[in-house]
């Protein structure tokens, strides 16, 4: 059969690479080997590497690496039309360990799924609903992270910044593209947590990169496009409404909501009340009635286990952190952040905020499985792999400092979908997340001009690391299954 011309490209890319010398910031393979898997109830040999690859600031060449795990069945079926999935978690200057042993890799980490139980050490089982039946897979460690550097004369601000973030990611997957012979294939990125701002804004760094790289759609997970709208600046009234539904179902899953309930039916009844009457009442400010003032802050009382009095006494609103304090204050607990289903003891200083965060031992567990995994696909120093690496000084969005600043990640989205008319977008979010929550994402959508059709909004019964939920985590590799495997629109 004749070949493409598109395939006689990948074949040259990858033999210039096969061929190019090595320097100090050439590809480094750390490990290859041929893993069984067990997938869709069949067992497959799957080629796993690990490695990092050369990526450039626009000031200096090479002055940074980016890290890679992919997996790639030795006999895949599909061809040209075979999906690649580029996955990476958030921070900014967290690794893939999260995704990779929670979610998507040939191991899964198993959390207790009864909250109140003891985590004990991290107890791994082979991940027999990894995605290798529908895509190969490519986990990306942003530079710093993982195995991945940055030179000590690496230009920092451009690393550490949306824009240079994502441009060097995007360097790193069409190399790994190229290497692979895979530049034809149709790309979906999947970004969690920061990591779904990385993921829209390599949208565009891919295009500039390469305008022929078919990205096909981009998966967010906990997504945080809107953060700057939905964040809790006190006179910001979007972000007590659009917070409303996680805390009525938190407080539904605690058994401080009015009953009888349910944490998904209380949400949706949250978002109802939300829309109609709270945000009237907010925007009313002072010159709300007092009769009405009493009645949506009775409604509030029933829908938020916190107390009406607690509403009056704070102008009907309440942050989400203050939530975490009051709502099992009479139990001297305080709930997790990251997932509310998580309690913790309540400081005894503890005022309107407090740090240390309930779920944050479970989301060392898939970093303390991360090494004994690295050495099952045959990595020798698996103990250098860094799992966070957090930047130094500030992290740089874009938007200025004005306070009319403006961070379009989603317009980002928008114009791909008016470009390309098979770009499609999924949406992932836990109802008890206190960090991203279900109504910003319901806002996202909302306020955005995606067509019905190109877009999927899940939500699931867990919190910002949803996949720590088994049920959530068997729906969620369902829905991507689907969206990967989709037809594209003719």
């Known amino acids: 059969m004749a070949l493409t011309l598109r395939a006689l490209i990948d074949a040259a890319a990858a033999a210039m690479l096969m061929l190019a010398p090595l320097s100090a910031g050439a590809q480094t393979v750390r490990a290859k080997s041929v893993q069984k898997v067990r997938v869709q109830g069949r067992t497959i040999d799957v080629a796993a590497e690990v490695g990092t690859l050369p990526v450039s600031s626009k ?12 997996y790639v069945p030795v006999k895949a079926a599909a061809g040209a039309e075979r999906p690649v999935l580029v996955a990476f978690n958030g921070g900014p200057g967290a690794s893939s360990a999260f995704l990779q042993m929670g979610a998507l890799g040939l191991s899964r980490v198993s959390v207790p799924q ?4 003891p985590l004990g050490k991290p107890v791994v089982a082979p991940n027999n609903d990894t995605l290798l039946d529908a895509a190969d897979l490519l ?7 993982g195995f991945s550097s940055l030179s000590p004369n690496a230009d920092f601000s451009f690393y550490h910044s949306v824009k240079g973030d994502a441009l060097a990611n995007a360097q790193a997957v069409k190399q790994w593209l190229a290497k692979h012979g895979r530049l034809g294939a149709p790309i979906y990125i999947l970004g969690e947590s920061y990591g779904t701002i990385r993921a829209t804004a390599m949208i565009d760094a891919l295009a500039e990169i390469d305008p022929a790289i078919r990205l096909r759609g981009v998966l967010l997970l906990g997504q945080a496009l809107n953060m700057i709208e939905t964040s809790q600046r ?3 009234i979007i972000s007590y409404v659009v917070s409303l539904p996680s805390l009525a179902a938190i407080a539904c899953y605690h058994h401080k909501a009015a009953a009888p309930c349910t944490p998904e039916g209380i949400a949706d009844k949250a978002e109802r009340f939300a829309g109609a009457t709270y945000l009237h009442a907010l925007f009313e400010g002072r010159a709300i009635a007092p009769a009405e003032k009493q009645r949506v802050a009775n409604q509030l009382a029933a829908l938020s286990g916190i107390p009406a009095a607690y509403y009056l006494a704070h102008d009907l609103r309440i942050t989400k952190e203050q939530f975490r304090v009051q709502l099992l204050k009479d139990e001297g607990k305080v709930v997790g952040r990251y997932d509310a289903r998580y309690t913790a003891p309540r400081p005894a200083d503890a005022g309107e905020t407090v740090g240390p965060d309930a779920f944050s031992a479970v989301s060392d567990l898939y970093g303390k499985a991360m090494p004994a995994y690295l050495a ?5 120093d698996p103990a250098d792999y ?10 740089a969005y874009g938007g200025g400092d004005s306070p009319f600043a403006d961070w379009p990640f989603m317009a980002i989205i928008e114009k791909r979908m008016e470009k390309n008319p098979d770009f499609r977008l999924f949406v992932g979010n836990g109802i008890y997340d206190l960090t991203t929550t279900i109504g910003a994402a319901d806002y996202l959508i909302a306020q955005s001009d995606a067509p019905d059709g190109h877009y999927v909004l899940a939500r699931y019964p867990a919190g910002h690391v949803s996949y720590s939920d088994d049920g959530s985590w068997r729906t969620m590799i369902g829905q991507i299954r689907a969206f990967l495997t989709r037809a594209p629109a003719r």
């Open 376 to 380: 099952r696909l045959g990595v020798k």
């Open 114 to 117: 009864d909250p109140a139980a």
């Open 234 to 236: 006190p006179d910001n």
């Open 59 to 70: 000031a200096r060449a090479e002055d940074a690496t980016v890290g890679y795990i992919s």
């Open 139 to 145: 986990f990306l460690d942003p530079p710093g992270t």
């Open 386 to 395: 860094k799992v966070l690496a957090l930047p130094k000084g500030a992290w």
